[in-house]
T-cell receptor, first 115, second 112 residues
Framework: NAGVTQTPKFQVLKTGQSMTLQCAQD?????MSWYRQDPGMGLRLIHY???????DQGEVPNGYNVSRSTTEDFPLRLLSAAPSQTSVYFC??????????????FGSGTRLTVV | GDSVTQMEGPVTLSEEAFLTINCTYT??????LFWYVQYPGEGLQLLLK?????DKGSNKGFEATYRKETTSFHLEKGSVQVSDSAVYFC???????????FGDGTTLTVKP
């Protein structure tokens, strides 16, 4: 099925561990973004990309790295996990052009707990 | 920078009641406006959109009109159902910037 695929769906990490959250889309969307969702704080943008090889920081980038080597994949790396990074992480993508009127397609999320 | 302010929740309604969730925005350009819905345990889904002033977006009985003069995009539904219980997010997108700004979300619970 076409869409945005996130893996894993659940993860528990110990403080200081590193890991990569995977995100892949098969819609040939140029724009991709990572958000975190915390209770009472809505969605906060971590990093985003407007195309392969191009990334930029969002509202809360500290502690996270991204890369965009292909159009399809946009992994999010946690360098040294901290309890403050316990959250639900969403990857989203959208077309660049006006055909999609800029609406995002979201993945189903990764629920991360850092202990 | 861009911002979106949503009506605070939670909102609790009886089935068949009228729903309004307020949303106002601040943006420097001419953004597109969206409402997304999130059901428990799932990601966000695009509910409706409007891309220019006075446009009305509609889907599944929900409507919202892009009001540039009041910088608003309020979500309405004439008769809610239990199945509409979810979190609703208002968002704007500046197409040239490559990113979207979301409100904090409003939780709607509809009771039978």
């Amino acid at each position: 099925n076409a869409g945005v695929t996130q893996t894993p769906k659940f993860q528990v990490l110990k403080t200081g561990q590193s890991m990569t959250l995977q995100c892949a889309q098969d819609m040939n969307h140029e724009y991709m973004s990572w958000y975190r969702q915390d209770p009472g704080m809505g969605l906060r943008l971590i990093h985003y990309s407007v195309g392969a090889g191009i990334t930029d920081q969002g509202e809360v980038p500290n502690g996270y790295n991204v890369s965009r080597s292909t159009t399809e994949d946009f992994p999010l790396r946690l360098l040294s996990a901290a309890p403050s990074q316990t959250s639900v992480y969403f990857c989203a993508s959208r077309d660049r052009g006006r055909r999609s009127n800029y609406g995002y397609t979201f993945g189903s999320g990764t629920r991360l707990t850092v202990v | 920078g861009d911002s979106v302010t949503q009506m605070e929740g939670p909102v609790t309604l009886s089935e068949e009641a009228f729903l309004t969730i307020n949303c106002t925005y601040t943006a420097t350009g001419y953004p597109s406006l969206f409402w997304y819905v999130q059901y428990p345990g799932e990601g966000l889904q695009l509910l409706l959109k409007a891309t220019k002033a006075d446009d009305k977006g509609s889907n599944k009985g929900f409507e919202a009109t892009y009001r540039k003069e009041t910088t608003s995009f309020h979500l309405e539904k004439g008769s809610v159902q239990v199945s509409d219980s979810a979190v609703y997010f208002c968002a704007l997108s500046d197409g040239n910037a490559g990113k979207s700004t979301f409100g904090d979300g409003t939780t709607l619970t509809v009771k039978p």
